[in-house]
């Protein structure tokens, strides 16, 4: 396990807005993680940040961003414009591109929520150019035009109690064609707020990165 850095605050230039960020680059770090946070939510969010950590000791760099802006993010139907945040972390994922330590490491999504959603479209957008997909209780259903055009090998990890979302990661998984896995965390919740589960989230989404980030 790798020592913990403190990540950096970034400022994002994208057209027609200006996002907020935290990124951390372990030493020789052997890919990259943007995360897409569901409606809400943002770079702050604890349990994303808790999933990042665990990412950053396993030698993964990661970048959190709040992909509204302050304003944005006031306006209710905003939040779940999917087409809007699917064109932020498009944006973002063009900004890592562009940073020379970041350029040349693999690139994979972590979405939670809604925000999988949008990391699923982006992967399509992208192709080959993105190595990974993770979904946290994620509502794939929201992106489901896209999910054939997916190549990114992509785990779904919904909670076992989470009884609407589990049917609707089934459905998306048949919809999948390229690598592709579900992972039931049993006695989970939508929130995996029960002790232990977000420590198998994170695990899990450890597991995928070493499988398809080094």
């Known amino acids: 396990m ?66 509204l802006t302050p304003e944005e993010d006031r306006a209710f139907e905003a939040r779940f414009d999917i087409n809007l945040l699917t064109r932020r972390l498009l944006g973002a994922a063009s900004w890592l591109r562009r940073e020379q330590r970041l350029h040349d490491l693999r690139l994979g999504f972590f979405g939670a929520s809604t925000g999988a959603a949008s990391a699923l479209n982006a992967a399509a957008e992208l192709g080959s150019r993105v190595s990974l997909v993770i979904s946290r209780g994620g509502r794939p259903d929201l992106a489901q035009p896209a999910l054939a055009r997916v190549q990114a090998p992509t785990r779904l990890i919904v909670g076992g109690q989470d009884w609407p979302i589990l049917g609707a990661n089934e459905q998306a998984l048949a919809a999948l064609t390229g690598p592709k896995d579900l992972c039931v965390v049993p006695g989970a919740g939508h929130l995996f707020e029960e002790p232990g589960t977000l420590d198998e989230v994170a695990d899990l989404a450890v597991d995928w990165c070493q499988q398809y980030l080094r």
Do not use: M
């Open 2 to 67: 790798l020592a913990l850095l403190a990540p950096k605050p970034v400022r994002l230039e994208l057209p027609h807005a200006t996002l907020c960020g935290d990124l951390c680059i372990p030493h020789a770090a052997s890919g990259v993680v943007i995360f897409s946070h569901g409606s809400g939510s943002s770079r702050l969010s604890p349990r994303n940040q808790y999933v990042a950590r665990s990412l950053q000791q396993a030698g993964f760099a990661t970048l959190l961003l709040d992909l």
